[in-house]
């Protein structure tokens, strides 16, 4: 039996935080009455529901960014899906005022699922894309078909908001199981080992989630032994002050798409210190007097090994044996542990692998990378009349603002929202292909 087809002005790929703001910027103008309103845009995600990093949503953990930079305040300070408006909801605004802290990031995830629960009115939640088909008529790409288990969507205007995908180096990928895993299933690892979680760690990296799973390892076993490794000279704390921070802001990211490939790498050398491989200083506190504690009372819970990169890991019975090698002297050690936590943080494809199947029809760069416009458009090329948006993939064009960062959402969704209310207007001359796509009454 055939599954529905349905045909839409617009689909978007992924309901987290990038697809929450997108279907913000929708509703508003729908309460408005603009015409963006009557654009028929559905969403479709992979998960149950849009719960925020629940992998990571540990005890005494917070956002590293103000509470303005929400889902749509830099968009619209009116809405009605504001954080502001969250805190008033929940009784908790003037409380909230006297915490004199970032929210917390359970009080966050509990935001974001308030606003989805408003706006998740044309959602497909636990729907998996099987694949981007191109729909070709009298050789030209006139549309998209994603397949998904449940049915299909036929559409010209298609949204990327998908996510980052977990960075797993080469030398751990034949050896992930349930005591070697990455930070985004950490909180599911943990519950699984039960009674029987392992006493000696390796966790790999230097950043927050590295830092939080150190923390958490030992808050939930003082028995454990941790072994923490770095490239450089341990954990560091996030760029921090004013000026530099300013680098998340909508001017930024205008200069930085318009220098050229070289100029823009070198820009995010520059900047990936205020959002990558650091901590926030209150972790660097705790994790600096644990080990200074742990002198007075001599023991060692938490060894920091320095300048050190993993050049070889084999399981050995029950356990696994890393190689560490010095980044100077080359000198090299061995460690035997019995799990491994990979906070080795993400990345974004050069291409996504959900547009595999339509490579002929993408522009790329020197490098192979898809070219995204200042508005998130993906460049097409030759014969095709269908448009496709990056929403928080386009760190390559848009700059670190672009990768796990909030800065940009809501400024971003507004301008991926004009932009699809006047491509699902736009008429298609070539014969064979649909005429203008009417707006949904």
Avoid at 301 to 308: C, G, N
Avoid at 339 to 359: D, E, K
Wanted: overall charge negative.
């Amino acid at each position: 039996m055939s599954l529905a087809t349905t045909t839409v002005d617009a689909l978007c790929i992924g309901f987290g935080p990038a697809g929450i703001a997108l279907a913000c910027a929708f509703e508003d103008a729908r309460e408005q009455g603009l015409p963006l309103g009557r654009v028929d845009m559905r969403f479709v995600e992979a998960a149950a529901d849009s719960q925020w990093h629940p992998e990571l949503l540990l005890a005494g953990t917070d956002i590293n960014h103000h509470v303005f930079r929400d889902l749509v305040t830099p968009r619209n300070p009116r809405s009605r899906f504001s954080f502001a408006m969250y805190l008033k909801d929940k009784g908790r605004l003037f409380d909230f005022g006297l915490l004199g802290r970032p929210a917390s990031r359970h009080e966050w995830s509990d935001y974001l699922g308030w606003v989805s629960r408003q706006v998740d009115a044309r959602t497909c939640f636990d729907t998996r894309i099987d694949e981007v088909l191109p729909v070709i008529r009298h050789g030209r790409l006139c549309e998209l078909r994603v397949e998904t288990a449940h049915g299909a969507f036929e559409t010209r205007n298609l949204v990327l908001s998908s996510g980052s995908a977990a960075y797993i180096p080469e030398l751990f990928q034949p050896l992930l199981g349930p005591k070697v895993f990455h930070t985004s299933g950490f909180v599911s690892h943990m519950q699984a080992f039960a009674s029987e979680r392992p006493k000696r760690w390796l966790v790999l990296g230097s950043g927050q989630s590295a830092s939080e799973s150190v923390l958490e390892l030992i808050g939930r076993d003082r028995q454990v032994e941790i072994h923490s490794v770095h490239r450089t000279a341990g954990f560091k704390l996030t760029q921090l002050g004013q000026f530099p921070n300013r680098v998340f802001g909508p001017e930024h990211v205008d200069y930085f798409h318009s220098l050229d490939a070289g100029a823009r790498q070198q820009f995010l050398a520059y900047s990936r210190a205020t959002n990558y491989a650091g901590i926030d200083p209150d972790e660097s506190q705790k994790l600096f007097s644990l080990i200074y504690e742990d002198t007075v009372a001599g023991r060692q819970q938490l060894h920091t090994h320095h300048y050190q990169h993993v050049t070889g890991v084999q399981l050995c019975g029950d356990a696994y044996q890393v190689t560490l090698t010095d980044r100077f002297s080359q000198q090299t050690r061995q460690l035997e542990v019995e799990g491994i936590v990979l906070a080795t943080g993400y990345q974004q494809y050069r291409v996504p692998p959900l547009l595999a199947g339509l490579q002929p029809w993408l522009a790329a760069d020197e490098q192979g990378a898809l070219v995204v416009d200042r508005d998130y458009r993906i460049h097409t090329q030759g014969a095709c009349d269908v448009q496709l948006w990056s929403n928080g993939l386009s760190e390559r064009s848009h700059g670190i603002s672009d990768s796990q960062s909030f800065s940009m959402l809501a400024l971003r969704a507004g301008r991926i929202a004009s932009a699809l209310h006047q491509a699902s207007t736009r008429p298609v001359t070539a014969a064979g292909c649909k005429t203008t796509l009417a707006l949904s009454e």
